[in-house]
């Protein structure tokens, strides 16, 4: 029950605006976890406003701060390193 209480809080998220500390790069479309211990590893966000065609895999770790109001997530990281993200 706990693993779907998580997976039904963080699907919230979807959708969410991606501000890198100098601009937009996205939305969030999905989230990867680790299949043992649910941790996120990963959220997947669809860049295609900004970067046509692109997917990237965003470690959580540079997120600054969540607008819940707003629907968006500030990152501390530029749109360059977002671009040197994994596909």
């Known amino acids: 029950m706990r693993i779907h209480a ?3 809080a963080i699907s919230a998220f979807k959708g969410y605006a ?4 100098d ?7 999905d989230f990867l976890f680790d299949d043992e211990s649910w ?9 295609r406003d900004w970067w046509p065609g ?6 959580p770790h540079p997120v600054q701060d969540i607008s819940y109001l707003d629907r968006k ?3 501390t ?3 360059e390193l977002v671009m040197a993200s994994p596909p």
């Open 6 to 8: 998580i997976l039904l």
């Open 18 to 21: 991606i501000d890198a500390s």
């Open 23 to 29: 601009g937009r790069i996205g939305t969030v479309s």
């Open 39 to 47: 941790v996120l590893q990963y959220l997947i966000v669809d860049t």
């Open 54 to 59: 692109k997917h990237v895999l965003l470690s």
């Open 73 to 75: 997530i500030r990152l």
């Open 77 to 79: 990281v530029s749109r």
